[in-house]
């Protein structure tokens, strides 16, 4: 399997509550969505993430949405008004997740270009 990042699969929306933060991804094919489903587990996030110390990550299916959301607790330092970090809002996260990289199927990669 080719590695390539998730954005080849997936789209991702992110947001924040006080220090904690929601990054929903959508696949962009219902075969994606279940690779991602058996592959994006929330160890995986949270390891993405280790540098901003997340306390837990904790991750929800949305089948219906072709869609898993993730929240991260703690890892926006404080949040908005009390963090020094760069994205003290998480508006950021969710492109960042769309960066890492892992293996995906050459079939799925096929259907992302189509």
Do not use: W
């Not at 990054?23 to 075969?31: K, N």
């Not at 279940?34 to 949305?62: G, I, N, S, W």
């Amino acid at each position: 399997m080719p590695t390539a990042s998730l954005i080849q699969i997936a789209y991702a929306r992110s947001g924040d509550k006080g220090a904690g933060a929601n990054i929903g991804v959508v696949a962009r094919t219902p075969a994606a969505y279940e690779f991602l489903r058996k592959t994006l587990t929330a160890d995986l996030v949270r390891e993405f993430f280790q540098d901003f110390h997340p306390k837990t990550c904790v991750r929800y299916e949305m089948p219906n949405l072709g869609a898993l959301n993730f929240v991260l607790t703690e890892i926006l330092d404080g949040g908005g008004s009390l963090s020094l970090r760069v994205d003290a809002q998480g508006k950021a996260l969710g492109q960042s997740l769309l960066r890492m990289k892992i293996e995906i199927p050459d079939d799925l990669l096929g259907d992302a270009n189509a």
